[in-house]
C-alpha cells in the first residue's frame, strides 16, 4: 500500500516563505510522479495550484513554486499572504491510471 | 469556462447503493479523462476512481468490486455506481477533470461536491 506523507502542520510569519514537502512511504519522488498540489480551504473544492512538478496553473500567483528536492516533491510559498492560510495536498501519479493523495498540510500564517 | 456539477449526494443505509452524477460543461467532455475524490468529514482527500476518454476505468482498492465509473459523451456526464456502502463512504464526493495529457497527470478543475451519508 502506497502512503504519500506530508507535514500535517505548518505555519509561517506574513511575508515569510514556508516550504512543503511530499514524499512516499517506500522509495523516492520523481517526476515521473507528476505531482500536483492543490490548495483548499475549509468547506471549499480544491483548487489546483501546480502540475508536472513546477508548472503553475492559470492564475495561481508566482509566489507559489514546485519542485522536487531530495527524494521529495515541494511547493514553496514566497511572500506568504493571510490568505494562503489554507489546507494543501499533494497527490502523485503512481502509472496504471492510480493517484494518491497526500494527508494534507495545514498551513497556519502568523 | 469549464463547470462540473455533482448531483446524487443524500442519506443511504449501511449496504445500500446510491449513484452519483456529474454534469459537465466548457469544454470537450469525450476529450478528456475524469475523477472522482472524496473527502470524509475532517480529512483529507482521497482519490477514488478515474475513467480515461477512451473509456479505462480505474479505482483505489477500498472500492473495488463496490464501486463502478462510468460516462455518457451524448450527456456530457460522469457518474459513480455505489453499491454495498459502508459508514466509511460517508464524504463529499468532487468530480474533477483531468487536465491535458500533453502536460501531465493532474486534475485541472473541480466540482463543488455533493455529500455521501451511510448511516442507519
Known amino acids: 500500500q502506497t502512503v504519500v506523507t506530508q507535514e500535517p502542520s505548518f505555519s509561517v510569519s506574513p511575508g515569510g516563505t514556508v516550504t512543503l514537502t511530499c514524499g512516499l512511504s517506500s522509495g523516492s519522488v520523481s517526476t515521473s510522479h507528476y505531482p500536483s498540489w492543490y490548495q483548499q480551504t475549509p468547506g471549499q473544492a480544491p483548487r489546483t495550484l501546480i502540475y508536472s512538478t513546477n508548472t503553475r496553473s492559470s492564475g495561481v500567483p508566482d509566489r507559489f513554486s514546485g519542485s522536487i528536492l531530495g527524494n521529495k516533491a515541494a511547493l514553496t510559498i514566497t511572500g506568504a499572504q493571510a490568505d494562503d492560510e489554507s489546507n494543501y495536498y499533494c497527490v502523485l501519479y503512481m502509472d496504471s491510471g492510480i493517484w494518491v493523495f497526500g494527508g494534507g498540510t495545514k498551513l497556519t500564517v502568523l | 469556462e469549464v463547470q462540473l456539477l455533482e448531483s446524487g449526494g443524500g442519506l443511504v443505509q449501511p449496504g445500500g447503493s446510491l449513484r452519483l452524477s456529474c454534469a459537465a460543461s466548457?469544454?470537450?467532455?469525450?476529450?478528456?479523462?475524469v475523477t472522482w475524490v472524496r473527502q470524509a468529514p475532517g480529512k483529507g482527500l482521497e482519490w477514488v476512481s478515474y475513467i480515461g476518454s477512451g473509456g479505462s476505468t480505474y479505482y483505489t482498492d477500498s472500492v473495488k468490486g463496490r464501486f463502478t465509473i462510468s460516462r455518457d459523451n451524448s450527456k456530457n456526464t460522469l457518474y459513480l455506481q455505489m453499491n454495498s456502502l459502508r459508514a466509511e463512504d460517508t464524504a463529499v464526493y468532487y468530480c474533477?477533470?483531468?487536465?491535458?495529457?500533453?502536460?501531465?497527470?493532474?486534475?485541472?478543475?473541480w466540482g463543488q461536491g455533493t455529500l455521501v451519508t451511510v448511516s442507519s
Open positions: 466548457g469544454f470537450t467532455f469525450s476529450s478528456y479523462g
Open positions: 474533477a477533470k483531468r487536465g491535458s495529457p500533453a502536460a501531465g497527470y493532474f486534475f485541472d478543475s
